[in-house]
């Protein structure tokens, strides 16, 4: 079994963190990079099927961005975020050479990605259209059975040998309901390491969100585990919304979530990395200072240091430390007396065929994925049980796919998310987004999202059905700069009024007044 090279403490690179790293990367031995945020869409091939014709949703490195990188001499993971390992659907190969070269350019330990699904599989009719799958618009919890830890086993499989690289998967956030049919959290991700010969990237907060959220509690889950094949762990913060706790990677570690990390560090005798997740945006609106981010790291440097020793209230415990390697089946409530390592751990010459099985499942792994991506989506999902159709579950990855939509659109045609509000007001935009939710599929990545509800509201624009002056304008000239930022090549956008005073307006989020008509044309550059 692969052991990693313990590299010691890091954080989840974001361009917009370079000033913090650039004063404090003194306190960081590792960046963990998620390559598919730092890829452009390549425009060397266009698709004649589309009128007019659009590029493949191909993609390349963003150089500019690997420049960046390279001058940071911590050592590199990579976390994938596109190719989730317990999916029916295969990856797609469009993204495996933008990936083999992320990983010839970064030269990573290791590699690691989601215990999720992202892809829905769509039904036979749809198929016959020409659409085998679609984007789930977020990475959504697999269906815990048998055959998906098969699935997973193979898919674990065909990331290391298309990475060349020992495989991690990443212990995933489930917003649903616990449900008796299929195998518990720490189980589930038991079989799958344990099958696939792989390593866990033990997320530590998501553990926390399931338990808070009425999951399995982290005690059983870290019970379940094989400590051993615990390579990397995920420290973030949360915050909470309508009852639950979201995994947001929005603030500072949780003392008590802290505390229950240096408890079981002693115990994660293969650990490489300790990785703290924060998103920049949260950073700047919840106005976190460089030096709250460098006290966290500091935090992290002192459990690193001391990871084999447990920290007691008032210091360090420095004797040795008994913590138990499996849990005591007594102790756990709703234990599954079949469930692996609930007696001890398992040998490491145990055969696949003798883990345990879970009782038949209501849904295949394919089926699960089509009636959760629907819902999430907002669609009808025909022949789901009531049990997933009632799980309140379902509204909150429902508006976190909402959410990362809006936030796409709103980054990415802010000009013309804004005309749309000074015109029709907030609520009728966002009805006309819902309209949009309704007839299409999220996109895997936002250049092709932002493309998409510029064709809907050209159409409806067309059609008579949306009065905006001036909006196909604006979008075309914000896809046009998206576009030249992606080819670097230059895009002129025609408008019949003077554009300067129009955009000028709008960016400073007023509505424009009287404009000098005509044939304008604007360029967007590199």
């Known amino acids: 079994m692969f052991k990693p090279q313990p590299l010691g403490v890091g954080m989840v690179y974001f361009p917009a963190l370079e000033p913090f790293f650039d004063g404090h990367g003194g306190l960081l031995d590792v960046l963990e990079v998620e390559p598919q945020t730092l890829w452009l869409r390549s425009t060397a091939a266009l698709d004649p099927a589309s009128d007019p014709p659009e590029p493949r949703s191909a993609h390349r490195l963003d150089e500019r961005a690997f420049a960046a ?266 234990h599954n007396a079949n469930a692996p390592y609930s007696e001890g751990p398992a040998p490491a010459d145990r055969a696949p065929g003798h883990l345990a099985t879970s009782p038949p499942p209501v849904l295949t792994s394919a089926q699960w994925e089509q009636a959760l991506g629907a819902l999430v989506n907002g669609r009808h999902a025909p022949n789901t049980p009531r049990v997933l159709v009632d799980d309140p579950g379902i509204e909150v990855l429902r508006t976190l796919v909402e959410s990362f939509r809006v936030g796409t659109l709103t980054a990415g045609l802010t000009l013309s998310w804004r005309l749309l509000v000074l015109r029709i007001g907030e609520g009728a935009t966002a009805q006309l987004m819902k309209d949009f939710w309704r007839n299409h599929w999220p996109e895997p990545f936002a250049f092709d999202e932002l493309c998409s509800f510029a064709r809907f509201t050209q159409a409806r624009l067309d059609a008579g059905e949306l009065d905006v002056p001036h909006l196909g304008s604006v979008m075309a000239y914000e896809l046009g700069v998206a576009r030249a930022q992606q080819t670097g090549q230059e895009i002129w956008t025609r408008f019949d009024c003077d554009p300067v005073p129009l955009l000028s307006a709008l960016a400073r989020g007023q509505s424009p007044g009287p404009l000098v008509s005509g044939s304008f044309e604007l360029r967007a550059g590199p």
Request: aromatic share 8%; glycine share 8%.
């Open 69 to 334: 990188l390279a001058r940071w001499r911590q050592a590199k993971l990579l976390h994938g975020v596109g190719m989730p390992l317990a999916s029916s659907v295969p990856s797609d190969p469009r993204q495996h050479p933008p990936w083999r070269d992320s990983i010839a350019r970064l030269q990573p330990h290791w590699v690691s990605e989601h215990l999720a699904f992202q892809r829905v599989p769509q039904p036979r009719l749809a198929q016959t259209q020409g659409a085998t799958d679609v984007h789930g618009g977020f990475l959504l919890p697999a269906c815990q059975v048998d055959e998906t830890v098969s699935l997973a086993v193979h898919r674990i499989a065909q990331l290391q040998h298309l990475s060349g690289r020992p495989v991690a998967f990443e212990t995933s956030p489930n917003y649903l309901r616990r449900d008796r049919t299929q195998l518990d959290d720490g189980t589930f991700y038991a079989q799958v390491a344990v099958r696939a010969n792989c390593g866990i990237l033990l997320d530590l907060h998501n553990l926390w969100c399931n338990e808070r959220n009425g999951r399995q509690s982290m005690q059983e889950v870290m019970a379940r585990l094989p400590l051993e094949r615990v390579w990397e762990v995920h420290l973030a913060g949360g915050e909470a919304r309508d009852g639950y706790w979201l995994d947001a990677h929005s603030g500072l570690v949780p003392d008590e979530l802290m505390d229950f990390c240096a408890r079981w560090l002693p115990k994660l005798v293969n650990l490489g990395a300790l990785v703290y997740e924060v998103i920049p945006d949260y950073v700047q609106a919840r106005g976190m200072s460089h030096e709250a981010l460098a006290d966290q790291l500091c935090a992290l440097q002192g459990l690193w240091r001391h990871r084999d020793r447990v920290f007691v209230a008032g210091g360090i415990r420095t004797e040795p430390v008994q913590l138990p390697d499996r849990l005591d089946p007594a102790a756990a409530p709703g």
